[in-house]
């Protein structure tokens, strides 16, 4: 058999990947006017299509959905082009991206919602985070509880959503459900104390995402869609009285509606992996497709997790940042660039499309 590394190719679906290293999807606040895709977005993506996978930016489904400024959406005919550029930059380069569909629930601000309207949650309660908003950091404004007649309006601004990411170019769709947004605000018991059919037990907490991926697969198919968790994540003020038992359920309801991949931030995202007790193998052992694992990896970590079969592709976000041509990078053993924080959120090239490969580097040393 095969050796399993980073660099031996995967079969995702219907698509052969290169390899298995995943960018991670990374938000950056640049979408221009009408929060189309910048000018600059086709060039970022495909300075990274090497990756055997592009997982997007995550993307509002819809006005509601949004929670940052200058972030970008996929529900006009405008963003739709918009996106078009960027995925045939992509496949012009041999490379394959997924849309990552964004409901930010209660993560925002009145001036992001029409009319100043309050963000949405699932209970009026107002999460600790704060939102890049007015260019700055800002606290999120005080959320209203849905109501219960308009959550399939929510679900079909997802499947809509998916139907344009299709009519983009996208290669499939992965549904936000990590990081204390909209899905995970559903599932994570802090922040839901609805007493309907969407809270109290798992199986009612877990009803809003499996609702929204059902729709996804039944609009573009399931070998299109994935689906990202952050069991024991607190991003965004989330946090579950029973997470094991509640992520073990959700993923054995995913497994059966067969979804392509799931993608897991292993830990507190972008922070320490052992934040809490989770067995993430019981996941991956509950789940036929592909396992995408995620959060602090490097080479040596992706390569013992892949040789013990603990994951199938892995998904690396900060390195991508400086590091357009990261897996020629990892290939090598060569050292990795650091990014500039100043430049993460917002502007235009600057700290966005300007950061060099190994060989123009080695160009501008010589
Ligand atoms: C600048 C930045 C933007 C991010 N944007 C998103 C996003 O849009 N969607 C998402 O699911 N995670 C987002 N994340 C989390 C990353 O996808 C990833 O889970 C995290 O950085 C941990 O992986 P790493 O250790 O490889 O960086 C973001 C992280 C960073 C640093």
Redesign the pocket.
């Known amino acids: 058999m095969t050796k399993r590394t980073l660099f031996t190719p995967y079969t995702l679906g219907s698509l052969s990947l290169s390899n298995r290293v995943v960018l991670?999807?990374?938000?950056?606040n640049r979408a221009g006017q009408g929060l189309v895709p910048s000018e600059f977005a086709a060039t970022y993506y495909s300075q990274r299509a090497s990756a055997g996978l592009l997982i997007s930016?995550?993307t509002q489904i819809s006005r509601q959905g949004q929670g940052y400024q200058d972030t970008p959406g996929i529900y006009t005919p405008a963003q739709i082009d918009g996106w078009h550029a960027v995925t045939d930059a992509v496949h012009a380069k041999g490379g394959k991206i997924f849309l990552?569909l964004?409901h930010v629930g209660r993560v925002s601000h009145v001036d992001l919602q029409e009319n100043g309207a309050a963000p949405v949650s699932p209970s009026a309660l107002r999460a600790a985070t704060k939102v890049f908003v007015n260019n700055r950091f800002e606290d999120v404004s005080e959320p209203r509880a849905l109501d219960i007649s308009e959550l399939p309006g929510v679900v079909s601004d997802f499947r809509q959503a998916a139907a344009n990411a299709i009519a983009a170019g996208f290669d499939g769709v992965e549904i936000?459900g990590?990081?204390g947004y909209l899905l995970d605000q559903f599932l994570k018991d802090n922040a839901n104390l609805r007493t309907d059919a969407y809270g109290g037990s798992i199986e009612n907490r877990a009803r809003l995402l499996l609702e929204v991926t059902e729709a996804v697969v039944s609009e573009i198919g399931a070998d299109r869609t994935g689906v990202?968790l952050s069991p024991v994540s607190p991003a965004n003020g989330v946090s579950s009285s029973d997470p094991q038992a509640q992520f073990d359920y959700v993923v054995e309801q995913l497994d059966a509606l067969g979804v392509v991949y799931l993608h897991v931030?292993e830990g507190a995202?972008?922070g320490p992996r052992d934040v809490a007790p989770f067995d993430f193998a019981a996941l991956r052992q509950r789940f036929k497709n592909t396992y995408i694992a995620?959060?602090?990896?490097d080479l040596d970590l992706a390569t013992s997790r892949l040789a013990e079969d603990q994951a199938d592709l892995i998904?690396?976000?900060?390195?991508f940042?400086g590091n357009p041509d990261l897996v020629e990078r990892l290939k090598r053993g060569a050292p990795l660039s650091a990014f500039n924080p100043a430049t993460?959120?917002g502007g235009g090239a600057a700290g966005y499309i300007d950061y060099p490969t190994l060989a123009e580097s080695s160009v501008s040393a010589s």
């Open positions: 991670a999807p990374l938000t950056r930016e995550a990552q964004w936000h990590a990081n990202r931030v995202t972008g995620n959060n602090g990896y998904a690396f976000g900060r390195p940042i993460l959120y």
